[in-house]
């Protein structure tokens, strides 16, 4: 039986966080050495499936349809396409693929059916793969689970308080349960957060309360690196210093020792050696690929490199639990219920929210 804790409060994270750096990194690796090998890392693509035009107003995201940036939004792309996309991300290394929609939730139809053939074609690549769609339902977490779904993300994207900060159009509650609806089936949760966006030490400590105090804790959590895109709220937000990065890994690495705790985005903005350095302190996994989503990441052959120059090893999928099986649409043992879930609208006002959107509106 595991003896991850779970009753983790925000004195104890910031007690952790706030340690002197090199106590605080011993700490991490050594936690990581027990629970993981050192030396490998986890290497997953993360594919748009469907960009822009989305309904809600996360402060930190270009793919809002009320704010006005560069992303060229696009309709759903087809399973053949998915599938080109898959092969290539398995020919480089990759054994997750993670697809993601701008949706605000899953509505049960065509797109729906077409998302779920996508996740039998890829899971039967041997790959794991990973959806990313906004809320779910448990039926339709259901759904996803036979099709072979492997991971659901859903990110928490910051503690409970500092949410109302960043998004007015959907509820903490209905992410969490949403998270809910996948603990109900064998599928895995993927769930972090993003830690730039304006936020204090204490509100990361709060975003890591949430997420660890979640039993079970997450197999996987992302920890993002705000990238600041022109246009959205949060377009003048400084950078994250890579200072910061180490320490939110490595708190995060020990308050939950089994998760892989995934760079994501931001990671152009560090060097080989800050990488390194979360590496040491407990991150193993890295998206792949030179776009997520829509905002910039490193090059394929520059994450080759920095594996070969670190001797790191790439994860072989299903190494954590085994491969799920595939039942074809038509032995479906579940049926879409045509739901209408009435997921929040928190509706407050966020003022930077607010301000972006009327900019929005001047330069369309
Ligand atoms: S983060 Fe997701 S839900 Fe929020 S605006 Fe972007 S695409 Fe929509």
């Not at 991490?28 to 490998?40: E, K, L, Q, W």
Request: aromatic content about 6%; hydrophobic content about 35%; some cysteine.
């Amino acid at each position: 039986m595991s003896d991850t804790k779970h009753n983790w409060t925000k004195e104890d994270i910031l007690e952790i966080y706030n340690k002197p750096l090199m106590e605080l990194l011993y700490e991490a690796a050594t936690v990581h050495r027990v629970n993981h090998d050192p030396n490998v890392v986890q290497v997953s693509t993360l594919l748009s499936i469907k960009t822009g035009g989305c309904s809600e107003d996360c402060g930190y995201c270009p793919q809002a349809a009320r704010y006005h940036t560069n992303v060229k939004g696009n309709d759903l792309m087809s399973v053949p396409q998915v599938k080109a996309q898959a092969l290539r991300a398995k020919a480089s290394g990759s054994s997750r693929v993670c697809m993601g929609a701008a949706w605000r939730n899953v509505k049960d139809g065509e797109e729906f059916d077409t998302v779920l053939e996508m996740v039998r074609t890829i899971n039967k690549l041997d790959m794991e793969v990973c959806c990313t769609l906004g809320m779910i339902t448990e039926n339709q977490a259901q759904r996803l689970a036979e099709a072979g779904l492997y991971a659901y993300n859903h990110n928490l994207d910051a503690s409970e308080e500092y949410y109302k900060e960043v998004i007015s159009t959907r509820g903490y509650q209905d992410r969490l349960d949403t998270i809910d609806n996948v603990r109900k089936t064998n599928v895995t949760v993927c769930s972090g957060g993003i830690i730039g966006m304006g936020e204090n030490i204490e509100d990361r400590a709060g975003m890591l309360v949430a997420l660890s105090t979640l039993n079970p804790q997450p197999e996987s959590t992302p920890i993002n690196a705000l990238v600041a895109v022109e246009g959205t709220p949060l377009e003048d937000e400084k950078p994250v210093s890579i200072w910061e990065m180490i320490r939110m890994v490595a708190t995060t690495r020990i308050v939950m020792p089994e998760t892989q705790v995934r760079l994501s985005a931001g990671r152009t903005q560090m060097s080989r050696e800050g990488q390194a350095m979360c590496f040491f302190a407990g991150a193993n996994s890295i998206f792949a690929g030179d776009k997520l989503l829509t905002t910039p990441n490193p090059d394929v052959n520059e994450d080759l490199k920095m594996f070969e120059l670190l001797g790191l090893n790439p994860q072989k999928p299903f190494t954590k639990k085994v491969q799920p099986q595939t039942v074809e649409a038509n032995d479906s043992e579940f049926e879409s219920l045509g739901e209408k879930p009435k997921w929040t609208r928190p509706k407050h006002k966020i003022e930077r929210n607010e301000l972006a959107k009327e900019k929005g509106k001047l330069v369309k």
